[in-house]
């Protein structure tokens, strides 16, 4: 509802005339006659949203807003407008919204920035667009139109209902711009001033992100553990206590280079072959500890329980050669191109080609997925349902063979002859990662990145698995164990889970084996 100070003359002039008319002996009874009818168009379109009836409800919501611009509900009825196309409320709501839905949804939250500056659904539309600018599938996406669209609505509306979530996506866009210092500033101002916030829980686990991006790995400790004793068991402690245990393991007990064996885990046990598998390549982790793995022979998707018991299996054409996974959406890549696992959507370059020459797949955490085509020799960029969106050329030296997303962001690409592995930084450009140990020597067949940026490399000759820092720095060498009861794992593939378990499959699927 509208509280506009320039409406203050209005107002006094609506206060005069029926205080004449009284005086006249006439007096006015209720309100006036145009905001009777406005409100009955709020409430009609209130119901048929109950109702489901949506497109009627625009109607009516049109109807009020352009018929009676200067009601006290019109910048509602816009609210509730832009909030049907978009009712994302906050950074878990990102990335679900479609291109039309966006574009339908934005003038009705320009309109309130436009016309009702001083209503109470302004922080609220404002909110509201700086979300949008966060968006995978808005072509006007732009981190630094979200981070001033928070700025702004900090600075209009300090005390404002979204106050505490815009604290929140100010620091997430900080973070992502690589300034994980000044979004600590207003993380601690959130938890500050609104400890008891929903948007606290999020504060806490983005400051343990950041912390760590800062090396500050005793303070990320403790905030991961001041996540995990409010949030016990949900989702979010049990990923915090994934990460804090990842935190612990890769930088309070690495063995700084010296040869470490892998001791396997025997809670996970598959027997692939007796599941019915027959190839393995490509294995994914979900954050709810499922594992997917590619049967290229069957063109077979398969996926496992934490335990290592299959779940089921899903078929797509072609030969897979790598899983892509994401919240649990799956891209399979094989000789036929790209599909994604639940829309069976082909992956097409801008000319609408198939891409045929796919080795690898990464999906980062904003959904966007980053096709490697060998044969173009170009890095691919779609949306979450794999609509075209941008291409990127690799680093000049070597084949590149495998790409893999990381923290913060970062895209990670493997290249052979010469070998060499690169990040991807914000400004675009590649670095190469400077290695201790000379890539020649492991001649690495694959490759993964942690939780927190540390490097796995899975060399060709059956082991060992080097763990590296992010800087290159080699952490441990973790050496395949023998048992005198089977034959001798000879790896084809590696994953890394949400705690730094180490997974990998036999080149002939005879088993997927968890390593601790």
């Not at 009874?29 to 145009?34: F, I, T």
């Not at 001791?263 to 007796?274: G, N, Q």
């Not at 899983?323 to 992956?347: D, S």
């Not at 291409?391 to 970062?410: A, Q, S, T, Y």
Request: positive net charge; charged residues 25%.
């Amino acid at each position: 509802m509208q509280r506009h100070p320039h409406r203050s003359l209005k107002a006094g002039i609506c206060f005069l005339v029926p205080l004449a008319i009284l005086l006249m002996g006439n007096p006015l009874r209720g309100a006036p006659a145009e905001d009777r009818f406005a409100e009955r168009l709020f409430k009609n379109g209130i119901s048929l949203i109950r109702a489901g009836n949506q497109e009627h409800a625009l109607q009516t919501f049109d109807e009020l807003s352009r018929g009676f611009p200067n009601s006290p509900l019109a910048d509602d009825a816009l609210y509730r407008s832009g909030t049907l196309f978009y009712p994302a409320s906050g950074l878990r709501s990102l990335h679900r919204a479609g291109r039309d839905s966006i574009a339908r949804a934005i003038p009705y939250f320009q309109r309130i920035q436009e016309e009702y500056t001083y209503s109470d659904t302004a922080p609220l539309a404002l909110y509201k667009m700086a979300l949008l600018a966060l968006e995978s599938r808005n072509p006007g996406r732009s981190l630094d139109e979200a981070f001033a669209r928070f700025s702004r609505l900090l600075a209009l509306y300090p005390d404002s209902p979204v106050t505490d979530r815009a604290l929140l996506g100010t620091a997430h866009v900080q973070s992502r711009m690589g300034e994980c210092g000044q979004a600590m500033n207003h993380l601690d101002r959130l938890l500050e001033r609104f400890p008891e916030s929903a948007a606290s829980t999020g504060a806490l686990a983005l400051s343990a992100s950041c912390q760590a991006d800062l090396e500050q790995w005793v303070p990320a400790m403790e905030s991961l553990q001041e996540l995990i004793d409010a949030q016990g068991n949900s989702l979010e402690g049990s990923q915090a206590r994934r990460f804090l245990t990842l935190i612990y393991r890769t930088r309070f007990l690495p063995s700084l280079g010296r040869q470490v064996p892998l001791v396997r885990d025997t809670a996970f046990e598959t027997e692939t072959s007796k599941a019915g598998m027959r190839s393995c390549r490509g294995l994914a982790v979900g954050g709810n500890g499922r594992v997917y793995a590619g049967d290229p022979r069957q063109s077979f998707l398969w996926s496992f329980q934490e335990g290592g018991q299959p779940i089921g299996k899903s078929a797509r054409p072609g030969g897979i050669r790598w899983v892509g996974l994401r919240g649990g959406e799956g891209i399979l890549t094989g000789n036929r191109g790209a599909v994604h696992r639940k829309t069976g959507v082909h992956a097409l370059d801008r000319k609408g080609t198939p891409l045929l020459g796919i080795e690898s797949v990464a999906i980062s955490e904003d959904g966007t997925i980053f096709v490697l085509d060998s044969r173009e020799e170009k890095i691919f960029l779609f949306d979450g349902n794999l609509a075209y969106q941008d291409e990127l050329l690799p680093p000049g030296e070597g084949r590149p063979v495998k790409i893999r997303n990381g923290p913060r962001r970062h895209l990670f690409l493997l290249t052979e002859a010469p070998s060499g592995l690169f990040r991807r930084e914000a400004d675009g450009g590649w670095r190469e990662i400077p290695l201790e140990v000379e890539m020649t020597e492991t001649r690495p067949i694959d490759f993964a990145v942690d939780g927190v940026g540390n490097l796995y490399l899975l060399s060709r000759r059956g082991g060992p698995v080097l763990v590296f820092h992010p800087g290159g720095k080699l952490l441990v060498r973790l050496e395949m164990p023998s048992d005198p009861d089977r034959p001798r794992l000879i790896p084809g593939s590696l994953a890394v889970g949400p705690e730094g378990t180490i997974y990998l499959c036999g080149r002939k699927s005879d088993r997927i084996v968890r390593f601790r």
